[in-house]
């Protein structure tokens, strides 16, 4: 349960209040500015453009900023990077009508650049500032913020931009920027690295005399060979990720072209999805000694039958209101499970880390994860064009049960 010490949990919500404020405007942002330029435009190939360049610097920028969150005061960060996003917001709003294409993929870079930042920066704080037994709690609710915001982040900027416009939108970011900046600057309880005052490692597998971008993420890797387990699992999530990745091209697809209902009927079942991954984020954190990396390969096993359920309207012939529900009731499992064992192999990175190294072990799953998901995507692309979405769910099926049976031999294996 929730229940820790006063200061502990004081100091711990202070930083989800920081994380919630910077993540809902971020999210906000990413969702909208490209949107605008589509409204505005009425150029797809631009907003492809803008969405892709600005993705870049987010896989390029994840190992350094694992290493920034070992490295690097978490406050002094976090206030720099508020602060440039506040300030690309006032950009923004002054340039924006003569130069909107350049604004926009100027500000999305940042945004995703400092997306990079976060993902880390966050996670990495809390085995600093929680004990061991609190750690997958933390972790649960830390994951479950972040996918709030994701919901709420775009949803506001809907409304803001349907009421007022753009601007009224960024000029909400700026607000909620600012407050973290302020909730940041004013809390002593976000602590730095152990290793920064020397900017030496302390475990076995750092580097001591040298502190190079390549060095420090190369002392990560040596640290995740040593520990085989932990490495099979990170692989395994990855190609997981790749698979269920397709879930992101089938669900739309399926509503608006099988179904041929429109895009409000997409964005309900993406929302039930993300209150699935909620509901699993949760459910770690309500029970985090049933959830172990011992059950790693039957939550995969389990989260094998989601696109069993997507299928099943379709399989049988139901009608179009059957279909929907089976798909939205799939993807919600598929979701459950998915957060559940992202918590579960989060927390154990966090527990298996020397405190030094928290950072960059999680930047480079992040990374890894994140490169796997367009690839999974591609492919699923062209698997539905070439053999439709009932064969594609089936395989996808398929393969998480393949990916189960596997991790629990060689689970098996490796702990003898």
């Not at 990077?81 to 870079?109: K, N, P, Q, W």
């Not at 999805?273 to 011992?294: D, E, N, Q, R, Y």
Request: glycine share 8%; with cysteine; hydrophobic share 60%.
């Amino acid at each position: 349960m929730y229940f820790w010490k006063s200061k502990e949990y004081l100091h711990f919500g202070v930083l989800l209040t920081v994380q919630a404020l910077a993540l809902v405007s971020e999210s906000a942002l990413r969702f909208a500015l490209p949107l605008y330029l589509l409204n505005v435009s009425g150029d797809p190939s631009l907003y492809g453009v803008a969405t892709a360049v600005a993705f870049v610097p987010s896989v390029l920028l994840m190992p350094a900023a694992g290493v920034v969150a070992d490295r690097v005061d978490m406050r002094r960060i976090l206030v720099i990077a508020g602060s440039v996003l506040i300030s690309c917001s006032a950009c923004y709003l002054f340039l924006f009508r003569a130069h909107l294409l350049l604004m926009t993929i100027l500000f999305l870079v940042a945004l995703y650049a400092v997306h990079a930042l976060y993902i880390p920066m966050f996670q990495a704080q809390i085995p600093r500032m929680l004990d061991t037994a609190h750690v997958k709690q933390g972790v649960s609710l830390v994951n479950q913020v972040s996918t709030a915001s994701n919901i709420i982040g775009p949803a506001l900027a809907g409304v803001l931009m349907g009421w007022m416009g753009i601007a009224l939108l960024v000029c909400f970011g700026m607000v909620c920027l600012v407050a973290a900046v302020m909730f940041t600057y004013a809390c002593p309880s976000l602590k730095r690295s152990p290793a920064a005052p020397s900017g030496v490692g302390t475990g076995d597998f750092a580097i001591a005399e040298r502190r190079s971008l390549f060095q420090d993420v190369r002392a990560a890797v040596l640290f995740l060979r040593s520990e085989k387990l932990l490495l099979l699992s990170i692989v395994f999530a990855c190609l997981v990720n790749a698979v269920l990745a397709g879930v992101n091209v089938v669900l739309p697809y399926l509503v608006t072209e099988q179904l041929a209902w429109n895009a409000a009927a997409a964005g309900l079942a993406e929302a039930v999805g993300a209150v699935g991954a909620l509901a699993g984020s949760a459910f770690v954190g309500l029970a985090p000694g049933f959830c172990t990396m011992k059950r790693f390969p039957a939550f995969v096993a389990l989260l094998g039958f989601g696109p069993l359920i997507s299928t099943m309207g379709s399989f049988f012939g139901f009608d179009a209101a059957v279909q929907f529900a089976c798909l939205t009731v799939g993807v919600a499992w598929i979701l459950f499970w998915g957060s559940a064992i992202t918590v579960v192999l989060v927390s154990d990175i966090q527990l298996q880390c020397e405190s030094d190294m928290v950072g960059r072990v999680l930047a480079l799953f992040y990374a890894v994860a994140t490169c796997a998901s367009p690839v999974g995507q591609a492919a699923c692309g062209i698997a539905i064009d070439m053999s439709g979405t009932t064969v594609l769910l089936v395989f996808m099926a398929t393969a998480m049960e393949f990916f189960a049976v596997s991790m629990a031999l060689l689970f098996k294996k490796h702990t003898k």
